[in-house]
Nanobody, 117 residues
Framework: QVQLVESGGGLVQAGGSLRLSCAAS????????MGWFRQAPGKEREFVAA??????FTNYADSVKGRFTTSRDKATVYLQMSSLKPEDTAVYSC????????????WGQGTQVTVSS
């Protein structure tokens, strides 16, 4: 199993920045990639970004491209969020998957990000 612990959420004004962290422990050798997702009130969860564990390849949702950056340092993955907008307000969660085609199976507890206008 893989355990994920997130940190770094909070309240920020529009245009500001925040960095989320997701620390992985347990069977990290089984991780192919870590993804970030978010869910705003009344909306479905949506993909934000992902980074592969080995080569560090990244991909992003169109809504955050150029503003968010995800990276990995050892067993911690970061989501650097800049130029934040009120519509970025959501609970952000990290999750891991075993391969490029598998479902995300292990999830963090989620952290609230609130962007005020």
């Amino acid at each position: 199993q893989v355990q994920l612990v997130e940190s770094g959420g909070g309240l920020v004004q529009a245009g500001g920045s925040l960095r989320l962290s997701c620390a992985a422990s347990g069977r990290t050798s089984s991780i192919y990639a870590m993804g970030w997702f978010r869910q705003a009130p009344g909306k479905e969860r949506e993909f934000v970004a992902a980074v592969t564990w080995g080569f560090g390849f990244t991909n992003y949702a169109d809504s955050v491209k150029g503003r968010f950056t995800t990276s990995r340092d050892k067993a911690t993955v970061y989501l650097q969020m800049s130029s934040l907008k009120p519509e970025d307000t959501a609970v952000y969660s990290c999750a891991t998957r075993r391969s490029s085609t598998s479902e995300y199976e292990y999830w963090g507890q989620g952290t609230q990000v609130t962007v005020s206008s």
